[in-house]
């Protein structure tokens, strides 16, 4: 059996019915876990104090904003090559959840940056390509609402995503083509940490609870597209009903 056959629009809302309820089960307590253990049973940075413990919304929502648009354009580039309808309605339906993520780590980033930066907002690189990717999340949502035929506003907003793809890549590593930025480097999934560097490397204490976080949001994420997606499929159904009555 193809992989393909899954995103027929019958298969997948069978398949997707049952998975549903523990995708948002785990989501939950997953996140509910990695929350209550960060927040309450790690200590005080000494340098950033309890200030530190907002890392356990921030990362996670910032690599969900992230990986989210990188969804998008897979389930774009699908669309465009073998225009299988359940993946341009993935794409759509992963949008506004990856735009709420990257508004998400805007807030929280602001709240973290204040106390070491003695400002909610900087023109920092990494800061500004999150910005215009929160723009772009605007722009792709707004563009599909435009465009009435499905077929085209699928193809727009695939043109689009791929365009905005640039800048969820800027987001994700700045901070290494602009030195001079205020925002760090990556201290938690950096290449040196693994090898046994620890000088900038997020210790165990924080990194344990903050892994659990961030596959609590995958999890919540992946729950969302699914749910939305179905709507979407749902929603679809409806208008071509509505037009073949209109016909008849």
């Known amino acids: 059996m193809s992989m393909w056959e899954y995103a027929n629009p019958k298969k997948f809302m ?41 890392i356990y919304l921030h990362v996670p929502a910032a ?8 969804v998008m354009l897979v389930a774009s580039l699908i669309w465009v090559i073998r225009r299988h309808h359940v993946s341009a309605l993935a794409a759509r339906a ?37 910005l215009i990717l929160f723009l772009f999340y605007l722009g ?22 791929m365009v905005g793809s640039v800048f969820a890549i800027l987001s994700r590593y700045a901070v290494y083509f602009w030195n001079q930025g205020l925002h760090q480097g990556s ?21 344990i609870p903050l ?5 609590g949001f995958a999890l919540l994420f992946l729950a969302l597209v699914l749910m939305r997606t179905r709507t979407e499929i749902r929603a679809r159904r409806i208008r071509a009903l509505e037009a073949r009555a209109q016909r008849a």
């Open 14 to 54: 069978g398949w997707t019915r049952p998975v549903l309820p523990w995708a948002f089960g785990l989501s939950i307590a997953t996140i509910a876990v990695g929350l209550v253990w960060g927040f309450f049973f790690t200590p005080d940075d000494f340098r950033q104090g309890s200030t530190v413990k907002i």
């Open 187 to 207: 201290s938690v999934m950096r290449a040196a940490a693994i090898a046994g560097d620890t000088q900038d490397r997020v210790s165990n204490v924080y990194a």
């Open 94 to 130: 992963a949008a506004p959840v990856g735009m709420v993520m990257t508004l998400i780590a805007l807030f929280t980033g602001g709240i973290w940056g204040q106390p070491m930066w003695g400002t909610y907002w900087a023109w920092d690189p990494r800061l500004t390509s999150f």
């Open 63 to 70: 690599l969900m904003a992230i990986n989210a648009w990188i």
């Open 211 to 215: 892994f659990v976080c961030m596959a």
């Open 140 to 161: 792709y949502i707004a563009l599909w609402e435009a465009i009435e035929d499905p077929d085209t506003a699928a193809d727009l907003t695939s043109v689009l995503c």
